[in-house]
Each structure stands twice: as C-alpha cells, then as structure tokens.
C-alpha cells in the first residue's frame, strides 16, 4: 500500500527566514505534487515533479525530487506571511489512477 | 484551461435529508472524476473515482448506498448523500483529469456540507 507521509506536521516561522518541508513515499510512483490550501479553500497546485532529479522553483517555493530516496521537498525562502497556508505533498501510484496524500503541513508565518 | 466547478459552494440540511452536490468540467471533457472528503484540519480522503458511463468504484469503508455518484457525462459527475446526517458535515471536493492515467487532476473549488 503507498503511504505518503510529510513532515513537519505544524510549522511556526519567522519572516525572512528558510525552511524545508519534507514529503516521504512508500513505492514507486508516476508523479509527486504539491499543493497549497488557505482555510476554507480547495486546492492550488503548485509543483508537478516527474523524474529523478526535478527541480521546479515558482517565487519563494522550491521542490525537488529524489525518486532513489524516495523523498521531495519544499523549500522555502525568506519567508512573507502570504505564505501561510497548509502544504500537501501527493503521489500518483503506478498504474493506478489516484493520489494518495500526505497528512499535510500547516505553516504559519509570523510577522 | 482546464476549470472545474461545484455547485453548492455551501449547503445546510436537516439530518435524515438527501443532498446533491454536482461537479463540472467547464472547458474540458473529463474521462476520470475523483470525490474526496475532508475533515477540518485533515488531510484529503478520496471516497470514489467515477468514469463516465460506469459505475463509480468506491474506497473501502466508504458506504456505496449512501454516497451515490453518478458520472453521466463527460462534463458532469454528481455525489448525492443520502439521508444525511451530522457525522456527514465535512468539505467536499471533486477533481477531473482529462486522460486515463496521464494527466494531472484538477480540483474543484469544494464544497462545504453542514448537516444540522
């Protein structure tokens, strides 16, 4: 069974500083994404990674990914307070046609 | 391109009454659309994945007779809760995908279900 597991769960930072969050997977997979979501709202997709190695950087994110290590992350730099929302990292499973998602981050930036 | 809507954004209900949310691919034709469920501060729990023209395949322990979809067109997929009540209050979101298996999902703004 593929499980997706992020960490940290909760995030509190300061403005100006860097982070990373961290997106784990159990099996292969096709694709990984990273998703924003504000209270209230659906999703916002932001990175859609497909190989080893990808790197994809849209303003302050940045993600990667390590398919050997099964690993992806966000990172983010010098961190504003419009970036606080919840981060979910997804998986689409070989051959199968869903996404299974991580428990999410919640990230609150601090002024 | 590639915009879904849903319709309620929000809906309140008595318990023990039924509840259709529907989902709309507005600028493509969507093979594959996906129900999820989300519970406030959790992550997103896929309930069922529906093509068109078939019947939905549900997740286990989500409850067939209760949570009907229907995916009768290429644009159009509907999740009716049946006698609904409170433990069903949650967020609702659709997503579509245009190809089997090779293209991403788009979601749907979601929709917010409170059963009094």
């Known amino acids: 069974e593929l499980k997706v597991e992020q960490n940290p769960l909760f995030l509190s930072m300061q403005e100006g500083k860097n982070y990373t969050i961290y997106c784990n997977y159990s099996?292969?997979?096709?694709?990984l994404y990273w998703y924003r979501q504000d209270p209230g709202k659906s999703l916002e997709s932001l990175f859609v990674?497909?190989?080893?190695?990808a790197v994809k950087q849209e303003g302050r994110l940045m993600a990667s990914l390590d398919t050997k290590a099964r690993l992806s992350t966000l990172h983010i730099t010098a961190a504003v307070h419009d970036l606080s929302a919840t981060y979910f990292c997804?998986?689409?499973?070989?051959?199968?046609?869903?996404?299974?998602f991580g428990q999410g981050t919640r990230l609150t930036i601090n002024p | 391109g590639a915009v879904v809507s849903q319709h309620p954004s929000r809906v309140i209900c008595k318990s023990g009454t039924s509840v259709k949310i529907e989902c709309r691919s507005l600028?493509?034709?969507?093979?594959?659309m996906f129900w999820y469920r989300q519970f406030p501060k959790q992550s997103l729990m896929l309930m069922a994945t529906?093509?068109?023209?078939?019947?939905?395949?549900?997740e286990q322990g989500v409850e067939k007779d209760k949570f009907l979809i229907n995916h009768a067109s290429l644009t159009l997929s509907t999740l009716t809760v049946t006698s609904a009540h409170p433990e069903d209050s949650s967020f609702y979101i659709c997503?579509?995908?245009?190809?089997?298996?090779?293209?991403?999902?788009?979601f749907g703004p979601g929709t917010r279900l409170t059963v009094l």
């Open positions: 099996t292969t997979s096709d694709r």
């Open positions: 990674l497909l190989s080893n190695g």
């Open positions: 600028d493509f034709q969507a093979t594959t």
């Open positions: 997503s579509a995908r245009r190809f089997s298996g090779k293209d991403t999902q788009y």
């Open positions: 529906s093509n068109e023209g078939s019947k939905a395949t549900y």
């Open positions: 997804a998986v689409d499973r070989v051959g199968a046609q869903k996404l299974v």
